[in-house]
């Protein structure tokens, strides 16, 4: 795991908190060398995935820090499931801002540490720096799945119903609730939400219902409009969603009971980003298989479908909606 060689209590950091997490795995090198090997599987797909957080672009600086590395490896983890992939482990890069002292990078590990247990990863290596500027963390995620099984988002056919997981605006509403814009909400309903940006859950008991049932995959990270956007695209297909059917939770129907205009709140939900669910499309007899499976995971809901042509249609009760902002855009 490289470091910069005049960085302050650097080897400190990764002997003390990092090494712990490689859990002793032959893969990791013992966090003494400046690479990880990863062995080959007979019949499987490496799958990777990396994404990269920033204060005050993907968390505010007042997020706990055992959250943020848990959203961290939770987002990547997401991206896996989507594709129908194992969790299998990661790599870790750090540059630590001014403010993470030595507390500061104990929560951090202790919430990897935390999630490594619950999901079944830990780390190979990685690279720990400092920054003048505000933190940033970047985290790349191996998993395995079947040779040639991977869910692409381009294989979807015209006539695939669309599904998503879970439910979908939580995210937007708690970016919203952590810096305080959702006082008229109950705080229970607050509290919900706020959790929800914070910490994610990616469906990753999907990942094999995914797998043998889906044609085409993608997490929603960007926005659901955006996201079935993008599948659309790949696939060559124009999708049809059905605002009314966008599933919401608890806090979200809470909120949305107090818009004035239910069609744009609903659109504002559905193009905000950061669910970290699954949308998907099948045929309409997997589309069953799957709804009936996932019951134990976590919901799909039907949300529309896929026909010939391009783009992406979105209706309120029959009626066709206009939007300019399809979900985040990255610059």
């Not at 055992?66 to 790599?91: C, T």
């Not at 708690?174 to 814009?181: D, F, H, I, M």
Request: with cysteine; hydrophobic share 45%; aromatic share 6%.
């Amino acid at each position: 795991m490289a470091v910069e060689p005049d960085s302050p209590d650097e080897f400190e950091t990764i002997d003390r908190l990092f090494k712990p997490l490689s859990e002793g795995a032959p893969e990791a090198q013992g966090l003494m060398d400046d690479v990880a090997v990863l062995p080959a599987r007979m019949g499987q797909d490496l799958v990777v995935t990396k994404d990269a957080i920033v204060e005050g672009v993907h968390f505010l600086e007042t997020d706990p820090l055992d959250l943020v590395a848990r959203k961290l490896l939770r987002v990547n983890l997401s991206d896996l499931a989507a594709k129908g992939a194992e969790p299998y482990g990661y790599l870790l890069s750090v540059s630590w801002s001014k403010r993470c002292g030595w507390p500061e990078r104990e929560a951090f590990a202790a919430g990897l540490a935390l999630d490594q247990k619950q999901y079944g990863v830990f780390l190979f290596g990685g690279d720990t720096t400092s920054t003048p500027g505000p933190l940033t963390c970047s985290l790349t995620a191996f998993g395995w799945i079947p040779h040639g099984r991977v869910v692409s988002r381009g294989g979807a056919r015209s006539g695939d119903l669309i599904l998503v997981s879970g439910s979908i605006g939580d995210g937007v509403l708690g970016l919203a609730a952590s810096r305080g814009e959702l006082s008229a909400l109950e705080p229970a309903r607050v509290e919900a939400l706020v959790k929800r940006y914070r910490l994610p859950e990616p469906r990753v008991t999907m990942a094999k219902l995914v797998r043998e049932n889906a044609s085409a995959s993608a997490d929603v990270s960007d926005g659901l409009i955006a996201d079935v956007g993008h599948i659309a695209e790949a696939s060559g297909l124009r999708a049809m969603i059905n605002l009314e059917a966008v599933p919401l939770s608890r806090a979200a129907r809470a909120w949305l009971a107090k818009r004035v205009d239910p069609a744009e709140a609903l659109l504002d939900l559905a193009s905000g980003g950061d669910d970290y669910e699954i949308v998907c499309c099948a045929r309409a007899d997997r589309a069953e298989t799957m709804i009936r499976v996932a019951q134990d995971h976590g919901d799909l809901t039907v949300i529309g479908h896929l026909v010939e042509g391009e783009g992406v249609a979105v209706s309120y009760m029959g009626d066709p909606m206009r939007f300019q902002r399809a979900g985040w855009r990255h610059r």
